[in-house]
């Protein structure tokens, strides 16, 4: 079961656990699973969310695999200029 | 995914040189058509009315007189836009910034708008509004909107702890990991410092400008200067009640976005004015507008805590961060505190991020959004602490550097990165051996930017005659189209000039994020690779079908379909002039979500001399070291560096918002408000590293925005090495320096 990290804001969402685990294959299913564990958690991924899977910031790409053992990071979707 | 987004190390012929831009001698010659360069029949003028105050309750707004003037053909308030938000809380934002509701919010805030026959009688129209106000207490300062009793600007920003009471803290958010205070415990060394930057504009030289044409039948058409003809088709067709296929949004060429050029400002209020006169509308902001009616950048106030042991290891690290929003709430704070630290490899660090609310503009992205500001704290501190352990900067940043398997302080863990390698180049550069002269002094600093990709697509139309029509959906921002016919004639094998690449519009191409992030270049790039490889496939399968081989027998090579074991082949015109005999119009697509975009990081040196007496700062020497992944027309990647380096030197030097007592900003206007000219800079040398990006077919990371965080350190080092007076205040501008090195002097 993957170990998801969380920073920032997304904290208040999981009742300021700095890290949750969830189950999930891909984003789209740990998102969904994390949705479902922790309710609150949906209002922040339907504002944007990013996730950081070995390092590599995914934004939109809910098809993403999550390999075994991977490092899993929830971040704010950020903006940019 | 249909095609594999890795890098593969591939060799290229194209990428990597210096052609010509496509765009450029339309540009030259002033053919290039902008914001404000096209026409409608019968189209109006329009024109907004703007808040003279910072605060204030909108009693009522009498527009009867103003209708009944001659040639006025619509005047339109908030009551002509209705609130079909359906409690999206961003998008009321959009709304409630576009047009005042209930409260002016800040000086500049539009109240009305009107539409008439011609510019004058707009402008007289205006005079003739009557807005009865109810001036309200204002606050401007980030710091003194945080403090008890300052007045709150948005009744819906609530506190989170119960019970919920509004307030202009907006948001707190924290990153990092280990144990701080532990690890200051292990600190030989600790410096403490604040920081205060002011708000800045992008500067663009082309104000907001739009041609707004909407029907009777309730279509409607936009001709608008932005970075993301999409985003404005979404926000504009939502807030006026539209199907977003009603409404086509065509971009024009853009002079200059930054950032500020990804929300609608005017846009709407132009379309709203256009529904109700029944006629197209033009609206062009005045630089007095865009300065006050469009979206700076934040102010900030930093405060960083930085320790490490004498052997020059950082064992510590903390940073509040402060950032204004503007009147509305946004991730400026979330994303300062995520950026802070983001260049070293620190056990234990935290940053904490404030998003506050006050009584000027939203604030929009500008360039790195937030990083320029924590990076001028972080770097000011990293560089004193250097000097407090008598280590060189440079040795001292190698030392603390973030590698390769660091663990960031937002959380992940880096892949390869740029920031040693580009240490390391300036380390070597001649710049930093050269000699300098009395009142001069050096700095360097370094910075980091996430840059991110998103949805994308891309068309590659191969006409009869082998020539071919790229059409991207992100908008050319600065030397894009070149970049991308570079990529398109690689992939295919043909010349460059047979490449044309085009800006679609958005009833032409499925729907393309905004160039923002510095995503351009890398996102329709990839995109463009994938269409290209597409395209291939169906040349070969025509070939295929012409020899009567199977297609597995074709490889495509140096622009033509080979038949393997023979000498046969057909160039790319060959099998586009036959197209119509072998199953029509060859063309390839793709649609991608382009994520995996490599960060970037960049390590500035800047040279410059201080005048004792008047406390004027010439920067005389100026270098920039970059990560580019690969750099695929290094003219553009170079003008990228160049570009961030004078916008962060101006801001470093120069540029502010200044408001008065009333909440009014005091200088909004190019001769108040000094960016830098070409008689301000010297030439800006550049060094383009090449560390691929494992997550881009070519290894391309993107480019635009990472060289406008390191200026700001970069200068506020180099004025205290050349004055002995650390400056915690940017703009440097001279009063303040001289204020600094007055206060210095003994007695």
Request: net charge neutral.
């Amino acid at each position: 079961m993957p170990k998801v990290e969380l920073f920032g804001g997304l904290r208040d969402a999981v009742d300021g656990a700095k890290s949750v685990s969830v189950e999930g294959k891909t984003i789209r299913e740990l998102l969904q699973n994390l949705a479902r564990e922790y309710p609150p958690m949906q209002e922040r991924i339907d504002q944007g969310i990013a996730v950081a899977v070995d390092g590599v910031i995914y934004r939109d790409d809910r098809d993403q695999p999550i390999p075994k053992g991977a490092e899993v990071v929830l971040l704010t979707r950020i903006a940019g200029g | 995914m249909k095609h594999d987004s890795k890098f593969t190390n591939q060799k290229f012929k194209l990428v990597g040189t210096r052609v010509m831009r496509p765009d450029g001698v339309d540009k030259v010659t002033g053919r290039a058509r902008y914001g404000a360069d096209t026409f409608a029949p019968g189209q109006l003028v329009g024109a907004i009315l703007r808040s003279p105050h910072a605060h204030a309750k909108i009693r009522s707004i009498d527009t009867s007189r103003a209708e009944k003037l001659k040639g006025v053909k619509a005047v339109i308030t908030s009551a002509d836009l209705p609130d079909l938000t359906d409690g999206d809380s961003d998008l009321y934002d959009i709304l409630e910034n576009c047009m005042a509701r209930e409260k002016a919010l800040y000086d500049g805030h539009a109240v009305a708008a009107v539409a008439a026959s011609d510019a004058e009688t707009a402008r007289k129209a205006l005079k003739l509004i009557k807005v009865n106000y109810k001036i309200l207490p204002h606050v401007t300062d980030v710091d003194e909107a945080l403090k008890p009793g300052a007045p709150i600007i948005q009744p819906r920003v609530l506190t989170k702890d119960k019970p919920h009471k509004p307030t202009n803290n907006a948001g707190v958010t924290t990153y990092g990991h280990g144990d701080v205070d532990a690890g200051f415990e292990k600190a030989d060394v600790v410096i403490e410092k604040s920081y205060k930057t002011e708000q800045v504009h992008q500067g663009y030289i082309e104000p907001h400008a739009c041609l707004a044409s909407m029907g009777p039948d309730g279509q409607g058409e936009l001709w608008v200067t932005t970075q993301g003809q999409f985003a404005y088709r979404n926000w504009c067709a939502a807030l006026l009640g539209m199907e977003m296929s009603q409404l086509k949004v065509t971009s024009s060429e853009i002079g200059g976005g930054f950032g500020g050029k990804t929300h609608v400002w005017t846009e709407p209020l132009a379309l709203a004015l256009s529904r109700k006169a029944n006629r197209p509308v033009k609206l062009v902001m005045s630089r007095e507008d865009v300065f006050r009616g469009s979206g700076p950048a934040s102010s900030t106030s930093i405060d960083v805590k930085l320790g490490a042991t004498r052997d020059g290891r950082i064992v510590a690290a903390h940073a509040a961060l402060r950032y204004s929003g503007g009147a509305f709430p946004g991730i400026s704070g979330d994303i300062g505190a995520m950026v802070a630290w983001a260049c070293y490899d620190i056990e234990n660090v935290k940053s904490v991020g404030y998003e506050v609310v006050v009584n000027r503009p939203k604030v929009a992205a500008y360039r790195a959004p937030s990083a320029p500001m924590a990076g001028f704290a972080i770097e000011s501190t990293v560089t004193l602490l250097a000097g407090e352990l008598g280590i060189d900067p440079v040795e001292f940043r190698l030392k603390n550097a973030a590698r390769e398997g660091t663990r960031a302080s937002y959380g992940p863990t880096y892949g390869p990165i740029g920031i040693v390698p580009s240490l390391e180049a300036v380390k070597n550069h001649p710049h930093m051996r050269a000699r300098l002269g009395k009142n001069q002094g050096r700095g360097m600093a370094c910075g980091f930017w996430f840059n991110f990709g998103g949805q994308t697509c891309a068309d590659l139309a191969i006409g009869e005659d082998g020539t071919v029509a790229l059409s991207v959906g992100t908008v050319d921002v600065g030397g894009a189209r070149a970049s991308l016919s570079l990529i398109a004639a690689e992939e295919l094998g043909i010349p460059y000039e047979q490449v044309r690449c085009n800006i679609a519009d958005t009833a032409s191409l499925g729907h393309n994020d905004m160039t923002d992030g510095s995503r351009g270049t890398f996102s329709s790039g990839m995109s463009t690779i994938f269409a290209a490889r597409d395209a291939i496939e169906q040349l070969r399968e025509r070939a295929a079908k012409t020899w009567d081989i199977d297609v597995e027998n074709v490889s495509w090579k140096n622009g033509k379909a080979i038949a393997k074991g023979t000498r046969k082949s057909l160039t790319l015109a060959e099998l586009a002039a036959a197209s119509s005999n072998t199953g029509g119009p060859i063309s390839g697509h793709n649609q991608v979500v382009a994520d995996g975009a490599g960060v970037s990081f960049a390590s500035h040196i800047c040279d410059v001399e201080v005048d004792p007496e008047t406390g004027a700062t010439k920067v005389i020497r100026y270098t920039v070291v970059q990560d580019a992944g690969k750099a695929v027309h290094p003219d553009y990647v170079e003008g990228q560096f160049q570009g961030g380096a004078a916008q962060g030197i101006g801001w470093a030097l120069n540029e502010e918002y200044v408001y008065g007592e009333d909440g009014r900003i005091q200088n909004p206007g190019f001769l108040d408000y000094r960016i830098p000219v070409c008689s301000d800079l010297p030439f800006i040398d550049t060094v383009i590293l090449e560390v691929p990006n494992p997550n881009h077919p070519y290894g391309i990371r993107g480019v635009g925005e990472t060289s406008i965080v390191p200026p700001l350190a970069a200068v506020a080092n180099a004025v205290s090495n050349a004055t002995g007076v650390r400056m915690t205040h940017v703009p440097m501008s001279p009063p303040r320096i001289l204020a600094a090195i007055n206060a210095s002097l003994p007695g």
